[in-house]
């Protein structure tokens, strides 16, 4: 167990001097994925605008309700999508990435890394997006909005590990890959992205609250909804990044030589 | 001083039947080697107590069927793979080429490639802007340098890879059999280089399928089967500054 861990801080601190090349393949990766487009990456800020649209005009509720659903579903987009491109793109890491791992004596985590960042790149195009929608759909602007602040960087900081275990779930279950494909499609549903739970009962409620990721929506979507800290959310969301990273670190460590052999 | 010493050393792994919901199979990936085991057992015997020493000036030729392990020495030897048993130890900086299309991005550009390939080998900016004219006047790429590396054909493809691998002197540089890309005069030009490379106290080590292409390099040649060594021997070399067919590098790759 300690030699695992050293391990995998070995790899980190290794990956993390060498972060100027995760930090330029994450760039040429964005680049790559925008060439020649007429908008560039600012086609990932017209897609979410244009989902966040749509929700609202579709699933907006009548009457009082009606207020602030336009940012909640901006906010609860933003996350998720955030999330799911995460775990999705992670499932097949290690296999996109075979030639650099079959050629190269590069870390492991700067993998981990160049996905990492390259998805909070794409995701900072969704923010200014979800900002402008917070300020034109009425919310008060408060010192709560900090809380949400430090929500988006709990979800950045526990992102590596997220990426590093659904990498290796994908290198050694390579069905997972498309497991976790369609459980993230229909977990949008059984999350509070744009449906809003007031204490009814039946499937929202198990949903609700039996949903981790309930608790990464709600920990940058009530400081801004409610104007308060949510001290629940927080905790269980910081729980489950303690337990992602140890769950990372125990992976990183013990399995890092034998990725290269059954990817 | 620049050395490679190999005691004993073998490199064994479990090979894993990946979790799959389809009906199982074998799966085989990774280096080449026997089979060993039954069962949920099975393992692979990449290298077998592989024991060698090479000293500044050396220049190694792999030979041996395919399977036989050449690949994987030099990726041990690279640090890729860690040996399961003995030790490797190597005195020198060490570069590699395996694959021509290892850290080159199709959309960018020559020039930004030689930069992805500098950070990847762990130069600096400054060691990368240093040798960044010398990399694309060896390569002879001219004015593609400025175009997309996926306008380039394979043989100026090769010409920028062993072009930035050999821009910072590597003490030690590994290549697996590649080289038959590009045209003849580059490839003479690419041997003077690797001539160069030895003459200045370093080691290479080349896998190769060619005994014309190990003659005029190496001075030794070491013959694996199996992932053990057959033969280890001293190679006279068939010329004295001349190769020993009028293209050594014809053929391969």
Known sequence: ?263 | MVSIKLDNVSLVYKLHEKLTLSAPDRRVAGPGGRIEGSGRKQFVQALDGVSFELKAGDRLGLVGPNGAGKTTLLKVLYGIYEPSAGTVAIEGKVDALFNINIGFRREATGRRNIVLRGLISGWTEAEIEEKMEDIIAFSELGDFIDLPFKAYSQGMAARLAFSAATALDPEILLMDEWIGAGDASFQDKAKRRMDELAEKAGIIVLASHSEALIQSVCTKKMTLRSGRIESFTTEPRTRAGKPASSNPFSGIG
């Open chain 1, 1 to 263: 167990m300690i030699a695992a861990l050293n391990g995998a801080v070995d790899d980190i601190s290794k990956a993390m001097k060498l972060h100027r090349v995760w930090i330029a393949l994450a760039h040429e990766d964005i680049g790559d994925q925008h060439r020649r487009t007429t908008l560039g990456p600012l086609w990932l800020l017209v897609n979410y605008v244009a989902f966040v649209g749509t929700f609202v005009f579709v699933f907006q509720p009548a009457g009082k309700d009606a207020a602030g659903y336009a940012a909640y579903v901006a906010i609860g987009l933003l996350v998720w999508f955030y999330l799911m491109e995460v775990m999705s793109m992670s499932v097949s890491l290690f296999q996109r990435e075979e030639s650099f791992i079959e050629g190269t004596t590069l870390p492991l985590f700067v993998y981990v890394m160049r996905l990492a960042l390259q998805s909070a790149i794409r995701a900072g195009y969704a923010i200014a997006g979800c900002v402008v929608i917070l300020l034109l759909s009425g919310p008060a602007v408060t010192s709560s909005w900090l809380w949400s602040g430090a929500g988006l960087l709990l979800i950045l900081l526990v992102t590596p590990a997220m990426i590093t275990v659904f990498a290796f779930l994908g290198a050694f279950f390579p069905d997972s890959q498309f497991i976790v494909g369609n459980l993230l499609r229909v977990g949008m549903f059984f999350t509070p992205v744009f449906w809003v739970y007031n204490g009814q009962g039946g499937v929202q409620e198990y949903a609700y609250h039996w949903n981790p990721f309930t608790y990464f929506l709600e920990i940058v979507r009530l400081p801004i909804m409610d104007g308060e800290l949510p001290v629940h959310a927080f905790t269980v969301t910081i729980i489950i990044s303690l337990a992602t990273w140890a769950m990372a670190l125990l992976l990183l460590g013990r399995y890092r030589k034998q990725v290269i052999f059954i990817i």
